[in-house]
């Protein structure tokens, strides 16, 4: 057995701050005593850790990524391998990303080729959501037979991209209305593409070819109409409901007016939205491209409501909904047609520092910095207490936390596979230190110690926040 013992830190959890050290016995967290205490003086181990000074924080789960997802007639630029240790570097140990139904095909198929992807390469733990893009008869007993094994408790569906991922009122009904009997959770990517699709074309024959208008066409109301309309749906399903990305101010005011009604109906949004906007869709030449992904990039104004948002529990949890593609080669795939150009953007190793960056500008407290980014993802997807949390019978995933160092993000500094920062040249004040996933350091004073196949794939429980 390896005793790990964390001494003389902050330890910040969704529910607490304390001056504590943090006892760690082979893959688990197994006691926390306050420091200087008689407990704590007394105990022994194989490492000391000494985090004076620093935070001791659970190590990120990120619920919303995309590694190698084919996309926009290419693939985003992460393998799993590449992803999960640039998502250890920044402090998240946990990922959950989105195994895809292939066209006529099965649920069943899209996990097996998720997991041929990602087994043996990960740095850190795993889980999958399945995106239905065909709701059939077979797939409405696959997400009985999905949630009840815990190998995936939540479907992303799409009012977005048709002829891709599409689907319509019907089958989104027919999906919810199992996902009521079974406790799975529907995530809803909610615009209304069909209304897109009509807008992409006009502006396309008009001669609006730049990033830009990709923005423009992708309306906030269609965003909102979307979400409102989910929000029926649920209702007339008696199902949860799960919106991801929220970008706009319009439609987050759909999800707290359900929310004030006491629907159970669940909001994430994603650092691009609080700290990125249509001026860098504007940005001249094709540059653009780099901040093209759906739902969009949105006025500044709408920033400060998607925070207040967060402080008000009306959104709960910040994903990155990382999906890379590089500036050459692959954003460029949409010079002279902005539709063409792959949506997403990257950002898996960016979250916690840009959330504790708003910690340091008073926007958020530094537990609701872990709510948001470790502990609501882990509750809303099943995972807690294993993930998300300091505590004894946790996973001892931890990080090590300077919260005064200082850093710049750059795309030739950064460990993600892609050629450019959607965060370029931005100080930050910050910065993790060291990294444990399950008792192991993956990083310590800017070493790389993790390995490709350490990070297991994780089977889950269903949404916590409805029982
Ligand atoms: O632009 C985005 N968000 N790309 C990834 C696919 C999705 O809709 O989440
Ligand atoms: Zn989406
Ligand atoms: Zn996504």
């Known amino acids: 057995m390896t005793r790990i013992l964390i001494t003389g830190g902050l330890v910040i959890t969704a529910a607490e701050e304390l001056l504590?050290?943090?006892?760690?016995?082979?893959?688990?967290?197994?006691?926390?005593?306050?420091?200087?205490?008689?407990?704590?003086?007394?105990?022994?181990?194989?490492?000391?850790?000494?985090?004076?000074?620093?935070?001791?924080?659970?190590?990120?789960?990120?619920?919303?990524?995309?590694?190698?997802?084919?996309?926009?007639?290419?693939?985003?630029?992460?393998?799993?391998?590449?992803?999960?240790?640039?998502?250890?570097?920044?402090?998240?140990?946990?990922?959950?990303?989105?195994?895809?139904?292939?066209?006529?095909?099965?649920?069943?198929?899209?996990?097996?080729?998720?997991?041929?992807?990602?087994?043996?390469?990960?740095?850190?733990?795993?889980?999958?959501?399945?995106?239905?893009?065909?709701?059939?008869?077979?797939?409405?007993?696959?997400?009985?037979?999905?949630?009840?094994?815990?190998?995936s408790t939540s479907f992303k569906l799409f009012m977005a991209y048709p002829g891709v991922f599409y689907s319509d009122d019907g089958k989104i009904l027919r999906a919810m209305q199992r996902c009521a009997g079974n406790g799975g959770l529907i995530m809803m990517h909610a615009e209304n593409g069909i209304a897109i699709d009509v807008l992409v074309e006009q502006a396309l024959a008009a001669g609006h070819t730049d990033p830009r208008y990709h923005g423009e066409v992708r309306r906030e109301l269609l965003e909102a109409e979307a979400t409102h309309r989910a929000i029926k749906l649920a209702q007339v399903a008696g199902s949860p409901l799960y919106v991801v990305h929220v970008s706009a101010a319009s439609a987050l005011a759909e999800l707290a007016t359900a929310r004030d009604q006491g629907l159970p109906v669940f909001g994430e949004t994603c650092p691009q939205y609080l700290f990125l906007s249509t001026d860098d869709l504007a940005r001249p030449g094709f540059e653009g491209a780099k901040y093209v992904c759906s739902t969009p990039l949105r006025p500044r104004e709408h920033q400060a409501e998607l925070w207040k948002g967060l402080r008000t529990d009306d959104l709960q949890v910040v994903s990155t909904d990382h999906c890379p593609f590089c500036f050459v080669g692959q954003k460029e795939l949409g010079r002279g047609d902005f539709s063409k150009i792959p949506n997403g953007l990257p950002g898996v190793e960016n979250r916690m520092d840009l959330l504790h960056q708003a910690v340091v500008e008073g926007r958020i407290s530094r537990r609701r910095w872990i709510e948001i980014a470790c502990a609501a993802p882990a509750r809303m997807f099943g995972l807690y207490p294993r993930k998300g949390t300091i505590a004894p019978g946790a996973d001892a995933d931890v990080v090590v936390y300077d919260p005064g160092a200082t850093q710049t993000i750059s795309a030739t500094t950064h460990h993600m596979n892609v050629d450019y920062s959607a965060y370029e040249g931005r100080r930050l004040t910050g910065r993790v230190e060291l990294v444990l996933s399950r008792g192991n350091v993956l990083l310590e004073e800017g070493r790389w110690l993790g390995r490709a196949g350490h990070g297991g794939f994780l089977r889950r429980g269903t949404c916590q926040y409805l029982s």
């Open 20 to 151: 504590a050290d943090v006892l760690i016995e082979d893959q688990q967290i197994v006691a926390l005593a306050s420091t200087g205490s008689e407990v704590a003086a007394g105990w022994t181990a194989d490492r000391v850790i000494d985090a004076t000074g620093r935070y001791v924080i659970p190590g990120g789960v990120d619920a919303h990524t995309h590694m190698e997802l084919p996309f926009g007639g290419t693939s985003a630029s992460d393998t799993f391998e590449t992803g999960t240790r640039a998502a250890a570097w920044g402090g998240t140990t946990t990922i959950v990303d989105f195994a895809v139904q292939p066209v006529g095909g099965s649920l069943r198929a899209g996990l097996d080729s998720w997991h041929a992807k990602a087994e043996g390469n990960c740095a850190i733990d795993y889980a999958f959501h399945t995106i239905v893009s065909d709701v059939t008869e077979e797939v409405l007993k696959e997400l009985d037979l999905l949630t009840e094994s815990g190998e």
